[in-house]
């Protein structure tokens, strides 16, 4: 079974600065979803993009899906020290796999 | 209201011991998972339930035993623990397969 692999595995980065986060994947998939924990805290959906989608916007959130590269990226804008949380995506396929997630921080 | 919850939100017991740990959802989803989140974060899914019927069966010792008694509880049973069994248990629900999951707020499981 497939999962998303994230990428980097960290990102430390100042308020204020954007933070750019990577998936990439091994089969078709239907769909792809980014999700958000906060430490000690279950995962909280952020965003679905479709594989017939190529961006989507949701606030400060950009997502971006090539299924040619089998890739998708996630971009947070104008970063708050809020933002600081662990971020998966999630692949379906047969069913829905999770990477290991990168840990954003950002500093006040 | 909370819309995924967990009991306990923690367990602290003893190897070799039986526990089980509890997962109600009132979204009226018909689809049910576990997740088991060891201390290097990674999500590993152990179980999932679609309308009371297993779906997903992952490799895990058969010392784990899921039971879905309607659609909106999922519990996870644990015989003869382990100290490699201490990690964040979650629950999760979604309207169907594949779909967005909602996720409880976790059972921190230390086995001593």
């Known amino acids: 079974s497939q999962q998303g692999e994230e990428d980097p595995q960290a990102l430390s980065i100042q308020e204020g600065e954007n933070a750019t986060m990577n998936c990439s994947y091994k089969t078709s998939i239907n769909n792809l979803q980014w999700y958000r924990q906060n430490s000690g805290r279950g995962l909280v959906h952020l965003i679905l993009?479709?594989?017939?989608?190529r961006e989507k916007h949701s606030g400060r959130l950009r997502v971006t899906l090539d299924t040619s590269k089998k890739s998708s990226s996630l971009l947070i804008t104008a970063s708050r020290a809020a933002d600081t949380a662990s971020y998966f995506c999630a692949t379906d396929g047969n069913d829905m796999r999770f990477g290991a997630g990168t840990r954003l921080t950002v500093k006040p | 209201d909370t819309a995924v919850s967990q009991t306990p939100k923690y367990l602290v017991t003893q190897m070799g011991n039986d526990k089980s740990i509890k997962c109600e959802q009132n979204l009226g989803h018909d689809t049910m998972y576990w997740y088991k989140q060891d201390s290097k974060k990674f999500l590993k899914i152990m179980f999932s339930y679609n309308n009371k019927e297993l779906i997903i069966n992952e490799t895990v010792p058969n010392r784990f035993s899921p039971k879905s008694p309607d659609k909106a509880h999922l519990n996870l049973h644990i015989n003869s623990l382990e100290l490699g069994d201490s990690a964040v248990y979650f629950c999760a629900s979604s309207r169907g397969v594949r779909e967005t999951q909602y996720f409880g707020p976790g059972t921190r499981l230390l086995v001593l």
């Open positions: 993009i479709r594989s017939n989608e």
